[in-house]
Structure formats: structure tokens, C-alpha cells
């Protein structure tokens, strides 16, 4: 019963934590007034960077409670969650091997049945590429200082382009990244994208590269991931929805996080926030394509490109071809 609380209480409130990670900027910091741990690795929003060693613990306790997603993709987002009966005043969050750490204020989510809730953001960034050993310790009112968890993130291959989208969610349900572009092409599980001949006769390919927990057959890598090169960008609305498509455990909530780039940095919106957030509360339906965001794009490059004319779609896998078979078949009782 108490690991259904704790479980519980961080997803359902991971929400309000994540709302800070909205950002008005239109752009990144550049690269070179960034550390090595931010530039290469990850930022924490409204986290405050030491430039040094790692802290060391001060007494023999463990930081109890950690949950992550082990699994990251280039430029997404991950959440450290801690639920635990003691009381934080701050985290110190860094990467084994790499100098310097990130300090997070901790902000106490939810206190319920002596549980404390906090939610730590982790921005990754553009230029993320491999395994890490994160390195994450707390301090107490005492200014005692926990021995560190040490938990193990894979970098997950993923492709990318000039617009990248991408998706990050708790655990592991079916839920899928959307977007409609201005010509009105939706990209999803059951439209993956494809390939189309350029302007001097290469390839490019653009579109979904990655369906997780499809059909709730579940790879646990609970990121999707939306990529646009250069060539196939449109001038004009870009539309990005999220949706619940199977609730694989009702028994738990779920929070995520969409993220949108353009060229590295991060999109300011006409309608909605970026980063977008939100939380599945337990027992969610499914089916809600909820909107999250739109923002407009406009071509430096006016003249064509691509050669429509030589689309090749994506092949989609035998959970898809379930999962657009389920969908038509719910659009069908709806009526």
C-alpha cells in the first residue's frame, strides 16, 4: 500500500514541477558560455551550476525513493522523482566523471501520509550522445549530505533534423506524439513519414522514428521522438498533440513532457507553452489527442527542394497495423 502511495503521489503531482520547465526564450544559451555538464550532458531548470567537485556525503544515509526513466533521448526530457518520509533543503545532481554538479532548491510537492514528493527536471541537451552514470545526493535541514545514487541512463539512437519534437512520459503506457504540418500531413504511429528525393537526387527521410509501448507491448523506452531536415520544413502552422492511446496500467498516473526545437533551440509557441506538460490522472481514458502547442516556421530557402512526387512512406511495424486498426474501429462505435 505504501509503494502504491509513493508511486501515486509523484505522478500526480509531478505536474506542478513541471510547469517551471516552460521557457520564453527563443532560443538556447550559446554553447560557449556553457559548462562541459551542460553544454554535453543535461541542465536543470531553475538549478544553479558549481563549477567543482562533486559534494561528498557526510553521513552513512542513503537517498531512498529514486525513480528515473533510464532510457534519454537527444535534446528530451527526464524527470528524477524522490519520495521519501525524510525532509530535503536541496539535491546536488551530476555526472560520474565529469566535473561540476547542479544544486536544485528542493520544493516539497506533496506531503501525504509522511511521504515527501519532490521532482527534479532534467533538460537534455542537443548534443547528448551516450550512456551516463548520473550522480544524485541530497542535504538535509542539518547540512548533512546523503551517499550518493548512482542511477545508469542509456542514450537511446534517435534521428534528427532542423525540427525535432520530442516526447517523454513516467512509464510505460502507449502514449504517441502527433503533429499536423501546414499542407495538412499528420505524422503518428500510423503515418510515419518517409522518404522523398531532394532537389539533386539524395534521399531524405523525415517523420516518427520511434512508437513506444505500442499496443502496450512495452519496450519501457517511454519517449517518442518527431524529426523535420532542413528540405522539409513548411512555411506556415505547425500543430503537435498528445494522446493516450492504450492506459497499460490504470492503476497509476502518468506525467509527460513534449519538447520542440527548431535548429537547437527551443520554440516559442503562438498558442500553448513549450516545454508542454501534463499529467494522466489514474484510471485515464484514452483516446483524447489533447492539443499542446502550435507554432509557425517560415523557409530561408524558397526554392523547392524536394521532389514530392517520390514519396516512399515508412513501413509501419505489426503493432501499429493493430493499433490503426483499433483506432478505426473506436472512431466507428464513437459515431
Known amino acids: 500500500m505504501k509503494k502504491f502511495l509513493m508511486i501515486l503521489c509523484a505522478a500526480l503531482f509531478c505536474a506542478g514541477v513541471m510547469s517551471s520547465c516552460s521557457s520564453d526564450k527563443d532560443g538556447?544559451?550559446?554553447?560557449?558560455?556553457?559548462?562541459?555538464?551542460?553544454?554535453?550532458?543535461?541542465?536543470?531548470?531553475?538549478?544553479?551550476?558549481?563549477?567543482?567537485?562533486?559534494?561528498?556525503?557526510?553521513?552513512?544515509?542513503?537517498?531512498?525513493?529514486?525513480?528515473?526513466?533510464d532510457r534519454?533521448?537527444?535534446?528530451?526530457?527526464?524527470?528524477?522523482?524522490?519520495?521519501?518520509e525524510k525532509?530535503?533543503?536541496?539535491?546536488?545532481?551530476?555526472?560520474?566523471?565529469?566535473?561540476?554538479?547542479?544544486?536544485?532548491?528542493?520544493?516539497?510537492?506533496?506531503?501525504?501520509?509522511?511521504?515527501?514528493?519532490y521532482i527534479i527536471p532534467i533538460m537534455y541537451s542537443t548534443l547528448y550522445n551516450s550512456d551516463i552514470v548520473m550522480i544524485v545526493a541530497g542535504e538535509n535541514g542539518e547540512g548533512k549530505i546523503t551517499r550518493p545514487y548512482n542511477p545508469r541512463v542509456k542514450h537511446v539512437?534517435?534521428?534528427?533534423?532542423?525540427?525535432?519534437?520530442?516526447?517523454?512520459?513516467?512509464?510505460?503506457?502507449?502514449?504517441?506524439?502527433?503533429?499536423?504540418?501546414?499542407?495538412?500531413?499528420?505524422?503518428?504511429?500510423?503515418?510515419?513519414?518517409?522518404?522523398?528525393?531532394?532537389?539533386?537526387?539524395?534521399?531524405?527521410?523525415?517523420?516518427?522514428?520511434?512508437?513506444?509501448n505500442a499496443a502496450c507491448y512495452l519496450d519501457y523506452l517511454n519517449n517518442e521522438n518527431i524529426y523535420i531536415p532542413s528540405a522539409m520544413i513548411e512555411d506556415g502552422t505547425?500543430?503537435?498533440?498528445?494522446?493516450?492511446?492504450?492506459?497499460c496500467n490504470r492503476n497509476i498516473a502518468t506525467s509527460w513532457c513534449i519538447v520542440a526545437r527548431y535548429k537547437g533551440n527551443i520554440l516559442k509557441p503562438e498558442r500553448g507553452v513549450n516545454p508542454a506538460t501534463g499529467v494522466y490522472a489514474v484510471g485515464a481514458g484514452e483516446g483524447d489527442m489533447t492539443q499542446v502547442m502550435e507554432f509557425k516556421?517560415?523557409?530561408?530557402?524558397?526554392?523547392?527542394l524536394v521532389d514530392k512526387s517520390s514519396f516512399r512512406p515508412t513501413p509501419i511495424s505489426d503493432m501499429d497495423e493493430m493499433k490503426m486498426e483499433e483506432a478505426e474501429y473506436r472512431m466507428t462505435n464513437m459515431k
Open 238 to 247: 505547425y500543430k503537435v498533440y498528445v494522446n493516450m492511446f492504450a492506459n
Open 28 to 69: 538556447d544559451e550559446p554553447s560557449k558560455n556553457k559548462s562541459e555538464l551542460e553544454k554535453n550532458y543535461f541542465s536543470i531548470e531553475n538549478g544553479t551550476y558549481v563549477d567543482g567537485d562533486f559534494p561528498s556525503a557526510t553521513s552513512s544515509e542513503d537517498l531512498e525513493g529514486v525513480t528515473i526513466n
Open 87 to 117: 525532509v530535503y533543503k536541496r539535491f546536488f545532481v551530476g555526472v560520474k566523471g565529469i566535473r561540476g554538479y547542479w544544486v536544485f532548491t528542493a520544493i516539497t510537492q506533496n506531503t501525504s501520509g509522511g511521504y515527501n514528493t
Open 72 to 84: 534519454a533521448l537527444t535534446g528530451g526530457m527526464n524527470f528524477i522523482t524522490i519520495i521519501t
Open 157 to 212: 539512437d534517435s534521428e534528427s533534423g532542423d525540427l525535432n519534437l520530442n516526447l517523454t512520459f513516467s512509464n510505460a503506457k502507449d502514449i504517441d506524439l502527433h503533429m499536423v504540418t501546414p499542407s495538412g500531413e499528420h505524422i503518428f504511429f500510423g503515418h510515419r513519414g518517409g522518404t522523398v528525393s531532394s532537389a539533386t537526387g539524395g534521399a531524405i527521410s523525415y517523420g516518427l522514428d520511434h512508437d513506444s
Open 297 to 304: 516556421l517560415t523557409r530561408s530557402a524558397k526554392a523547392p
